[in-house]
């Protein structure tokens, strides 16, 4: 038995030694506009890790501008506002989704098709960069799961 006990320790401290996540982004898709030459909007979840980090740029080749926003409301009004940089705080989720955070798309590519997919960099204040793709979808269908 004492060996059995001595392994589940063993094993207990060990795992207690893993390395903490990193930083990284997943879940992300894009929404094409009804209108060919209308903006589309990216979205995903950006997993914070072990310490803060500052997203301050995404971009992709597919499209001519890639801009951060906030979407919100200002009593009756819809507003959208620019973001120069997200806090992602260590060890936590900042989702980007609709009506909330989201890329804004200006000038996709025509051959960008629901089905398809579009590749991001994200690139965060410390100099690191991270290489996502996201699934593309058509403006009237659910967000995928």
């Not at 894009?30 to 301050?56: E, M, Q, S």
Request: glycine share 8%.
């Amino acid at each position: 038995m004492r060996p059995v006990v001595a392994l589940s320790f063993a094993a207990l401290a060990l795992a207690g030694c893993s390395k903490p996540k990193p930083l990284y982004v997943d879940a992300a898709w894009v929404r094409l506009n009804a209108v060919a030459t209308g903006p589309a909007a990216a979205y995903f979840d950006v997993h914070g890790g072990p310490a803060p980090a500052k997203l301050i740029s995404v971009a992709t080749d597919t499209a001519i501008r890639a801009e951060m926003h906030q979407s919100g409301t200002a009593g009756q009004m819809a507003t959208m506002t620019p973001l120069a940089s997200i806090d992602i705080p260590a060890k936590t989720l900042v989702r980007f989704a609709p009506g909330g955070r989201h890329v804004m798309l200006s000038s996709v590519n025509p051959g960008i098709k629901p089905g398809g997919a579009m590749t991001f960099t994200f690139t965060f204040a410390d100099g690191q960069r991270i290489v996502q793709s996201a699934t593309v979808i058509a403006a009237g269908d659910p967000a995928p799961k």
